[in-house]
């Protein structure tokens, strides 16, 4: 299933959420016209061999990470769902409050992925454990709304559904548990892939987060 655009309407635009898009355009614009793709990568993305606790220079790669990515696909995929599903939990949260919020979802992603990934020599970028904070946010904010979706059919055709909310992003939350669990049956410390316990972790924040914020209000 891909999503094309979900039918909650907003009443402010969304600065903040725009803003986010051109800076990840901005910073995959450098890494793309690099001398070294790749080195800029490894010196700018977060490497969990490289990481200290106790030393406050190994956090700033944490944030470079949230705004870098592996290729085109990786970053347009990205920010089709934060496109999506942005606008509508900034319009609830605030400008502020949701530029806040997405950082640390980035945040505390990253950690949940360390946690699994300790000692990985391989660099952890993108924007994805953010956009799943994102994500967990909209799942509890607007699970009553429906999303537009692109779904396969018979004989490899596809067709335009609207699902729930709780579905959607539901079927998505448990697809990234399943492969989570897959991907520690076949774990290299120095091999990449996919962070998806860094989904797990971001959506797994949003939820909460957003849990927590409308029992307070």
Partial sequence: MFPIRDLTPRRTFPIVNYLLIVLTIYAFYL???ATDFEAFVFKFGFIPARFNFFNLDSYKNILYSIFLHGGLFHIASNLWFLHIFGDNVEDRM???SYLIF?????????FVQLFFNWGSSIPMIGASGAISGVAGAYFVLFR?????????????FYDIIELPTWFFLGYWFV???????GSLVAYDINQGGVAFFAHIGGFIFGYLVSQSAGKRS
């Fill in 31 to 33: 890494q793309i016209t």
């Fill in 102 to 110: 997405y950082i640390l979802a980035g945040v505390v992603a990253v």
């Fill in 94 to 96: 605030g400008h502020i």
């Fill in 175 to 181: 697809i990234q548990i399943f492969s989570g669990v």
């Fill in 144 to 156: 009553h709304s429906r999303i537009e979706s692109l779904v396969p059919t018979f004989f490899g």
